[in-house]
C-alpha cells in the first residue's frame, strides 16, 4: 500500500471521529438489518469532514494508490468508510482502467 492511500485513510478516520453519534449508529444498524457496523454520520457530513481533511494531500498520484486507499477504506469495519471509498473511486472515476475491475467486482 502506498503512502498517499495511508494518509487517505489516516485523515478519513481521523475526520469521522468527532462526528460518531452512537444513537444514529443503532438506526443506521437496523435499517440495514445490522449486517454493518455505523459511525453514526450521514452522507453530506461525512464528506464534508472527509473533503477537508483530505484536501491537502491533493488527488490521488496514480491508478494504483487510489485503488490502494479505496482498498484500506473498505478493509474497515465502518460502513461509513466504505462510503468514503465509493465517494474516493466516483470522485476520481477517470484514473481507473479496465484492469481495475476485478478489484471494484
Same mark, same amino acid.
Given at each position: 500500500m502506498?503512502?498517499? +492511500?495511508e494518509a487517505y485513510r489516516t485523515a478519513a478516520v481521523a475526520a469521522l471521529a468527532p462526528l460518531e453519534d452512537a444513537e444514529? @449508529?443503532?438506526?443506521?444498524a437496523a435499517y440495514m #438489518?445490522?449486517?454493518?457496523?455505523?459511525?453514526g454520520v450521514t452522507a453530506a457530513p461525512r464528506r464534508a469532514a472527509v473533503g477537508a481533511a483530505t484536501r491537502p494531500l491533493?488527488?490521488?498520484p496514480s491508478e494504483e494508490?487510489?485503488? !490502494? @486507499? +479505496?482498498?484500506?477504506?473498505?478493509?474497515v469495519d465502518? #460502513?461509513?468508510?466504505?462510503?468514503? @471509498?465509493?465517494d474516493l473511486l466516483a470522485r476520481h472515476r #477517470?484514473?481507473?482502467? !479496465?484492469?481495475?475491475?476485478?478489484l471494484l467486482r
Open positions: 502506498g503512502d498517499w +492511500a444514529r @449508529a443503532v438506526h443506521m #438489518r445490522d449486517h454493518f457496523v455505523f459511525l491533493g488527488p490521488p494508490e487510489l485503488l !490502494s @486507499a +479505496a482498498e484500506l477504506l473498505w478493509g465502518e #460502513r461509513e468508510l466504505q462510503y468514503v @471509498a465509493t #477517470r484514473l481507473l482502467t !479496465s484492469g481495475s475491475l476485478p
